[in-house]
């Protein structure tokens, strides 16, 4: 069994910044490509950034480019997600995910495994 839980998540003002956490725990953590989703309530839930097994290589949704660094370490099953700069339509509740294709994807179909979801919410 694989299982992730998110956290750091919380309340913001514009232009601050926030710093996910997802720990990871059963089946080895070093092949699977990570990645962070966010859905605001009443929406799809959408991409928001990718890295692969290495760490060498992410991938990122327009709207996070610039702004969100994704980063993993390995030697604590851990995945980052900072958050710089944020806006209001950053809220949503963000969702840490794995996948065992071995190749970076947008598509949460394509992910095995999910995190219960940590809320992040950008207000004045």
């Known amino acids: 069994q694989v299982q992730l839980v998110e956290s750091g998540g919380g309340l913001v003002q514009p232009g601050g910044s926030l710093r996910l956490s997802c720990t990871v725990s059963?089946?080895?953590?070093?092949?699977?490509?990570m990645g962070w989703f966010r859905q605001a309530p009443g929406k799809d839930r959408d991409f928001v950034a990718a890295?692969?097994?290495?760490?060498?290589?992410?991938y990122y949704a327009d709207s996070a480019k610039g702004r969100f660094t994704i980063s993993r370490d390995s030697a604590k099953k851990t995945v980052y997600l900072q958050m710089n700069s944020l806006k209001p339509e950053d809220t949503g509740a963000y969702y840490c995910?794995?996948?065992?294709?071995?190749?970076?994807?947008?598509?949460?179909?394509?992910?095995?495994?999910w995190g219960q979801g940590t809320q992040v919410t950008v207000s004045s």
């Open positions: 995910a794995a996948s065992s294709a071995g190749w970076l994807t947008n598509e949460p179909t394509e992910y095995n495994y």
């Open positions: 890295v692969d097994w290495s760490g060498g290589t992410s």
């Open positions: 059963g089946r080895t953590f070093r092949n699977f490509a």
